[in-house]
């Protein structure tokens, strides 16, 4: 089902970033990962919310120093 093919978890807000015309988050996944994301909601730090991820959006990008 579609709902299966969402991967979906929760985070805290670390820090925000007003861009102009949408905020830029950090939050610090429940598996202690920092997700970055655009989103045009205002949230506050240390708010709890949902990240829902479809498949389609997940990137795998190899980083070299």
């Known amino acids: 089902s579609a709902a299966s093919d969402v991967y979906k978890r929760q985070g805290e807000v670390k820090f925000i970033l007003y861009k102009g ?3 830029h988050l950090t939050v610090l996944s429940d598996w202690d990962e920092n997700v970055f994301v655009d989103t045009n909601d205002v ?11 479809p498949p389609d959006a997940i990137r795998v990008v190899k980083i070299t120093d």
């Open 21 to 23: 015309d949408h905020y």
């Open 43 to 53: 949230w506050d730090d240390g708010d709890r919310v949902g990240i829902t991820i």
